[in-house]
Structure formats: C-alpha cells, structure tokens
C-alpha cells in the first residue's frame, strides 16, 4: 500500500465494524418509514446531549426527505459515521469515536430508540435485535480500504447473492440495482446527495481522491473480488 494510504490511516482514530441483526434473523425494517426512521436515528442518536426518542415526534415526509433538515442544532458527536448499509434483516456500520466509550453509548441509543419505535409502531414487545451488537476493530490498511466495498455491496444479496461467489451475470443490472439502492452511504460516496448529514465522508475520500474514483475503484473491485483479504472483519 503506498505511503500515502498509510499516513491516512495512521491519522485515524480507532475504527469498528459493527454490526446487528434480527432476533432468529427475522426482518427489521418491514416499509420505507422504518428505513427513514433508522437514518433519522444514526444522525439524532449521535449526540453525546439528551436525544428525543418520541415514537410520534418522527414523520419521515416531511423530516428526512430532504437532508437538509437534519441540520437544526450543534451535536456533540459521539462518533464519525465513515459508511453504512441497512438490509431487511441487519446493519452494517463503519465508526470511528470521537469521545470515549462513544460508540458504547452510541450503540445502546442507536439500538434501545429503534427497538422502541418499531415495538410501538408493530404493538409488540421483547427483544428486537439478536443480543449485543458485534464490533471488531479495523486494524489493518487492507480492511480499512476494503471493508467500505464490501459493506456497499451488501445490497446485492437481495438480487444476486452470487456476488460473494464471483458469479455475476449481469452487471449492468447489478450497477444499477446499487446507484438507486438508497438505504446506504453508497450514493453519497458516489457524489448523490441522498443522506449527506449522517456520515463523515473526509477520511475515505482522502484515500479515493474523489467521487469519481471511488465509483470507478468500487467497481474494478466488484470485478475482482476477493474476499479472503476482510474475511476476517466482516462479521457474517
């Protein structure tokens, strides 16, 4: 990896992987206001301040579509969110802490105030999510610069699960399932403005240079890949 790269990473805080499912991997995210109310909760839990978990304070119309709308008072951050993906069924999120023990309470608001609103909005109860969060450190430059692919990749398990196995027969349809997939940080690496407010994008972009090359590095990786060198961070 060039020098380059790594006085990058070098700068950077401790970085986690992070990920949670579904108790028994049942579905989390059942319609869109679900996923607009679990972006909602990335950026409103990520406040060291006092954060209202109101089930009836969040209409998703009229609050997140246009992003915007986040920007209504200074946070103190608890943590830079470097990249996300949300699937039916878990999440996938890269953090970095910005104070200690950030993504420790985090985590527990982000978990404890989605798990209330979707107990509410279903009339249910007990456990959401299947037990603690699982979080492992990114200590490598191989899956600092990796892992973001491979969480934007995601996606691809609902339309062609063969992707793991290198076996995609239809890129274009693949290329253009991911550029209009909106439940990730994907687009927003891709220079779309669709969740601008929830991530720090600086510290990737430093590595991929711009938009531009994000997108073509995405994809040559897409085409070559091999996943033996994160299979040890990714957490499946």
Known sequence: MSLYSSIIFKNMDQIYHVLNRG??????????????????????FN??????????????????RNSNSFQHKPRELLVDILAFVIMPN?????????????ITIFMRKLNMGYAKYFNQKYNRSGTLFEGRYKSIPIEKESHFIH?????????LDLIAPEWRERKIKNFKEVINFLENYR??????????????????????????????????????????LDLSDIQSCILE
């Open 23 to 44: 108790v028994d991997k049942k579905q989390i995210f059942l319609d869109k206001q679900d996923y607009f109310r679990f972006i909602h909760d990335l950026f409103e």
């Open 47 to 64: 406040d060291k301040n006092w954060t209202n978990n109101n089930f009836h304070s969040f209409h998703y119309s009229t609050k997140i």
């Open 90 to 102: 878990h999440y996938h999120l890269i953090l970095s802490p910005r104070l200690e023990n950030g």
């Open 147 to 155: 892992l973001p692919y491979y969480i934007h990749l995601n996606p």
């Open 183 to 224: 439940w990730s940080s994907h687009l927003d690496y891709l220079g779309k403005h669709n969740f601008p407010s929830v991530i720090n994008k600086e510290p990737l972009l430093e590595f991929f240079g711009s938009e531009k090359e994000y997108k073509k590095l995405f994809y040559e990786w897409l085409k070559d």
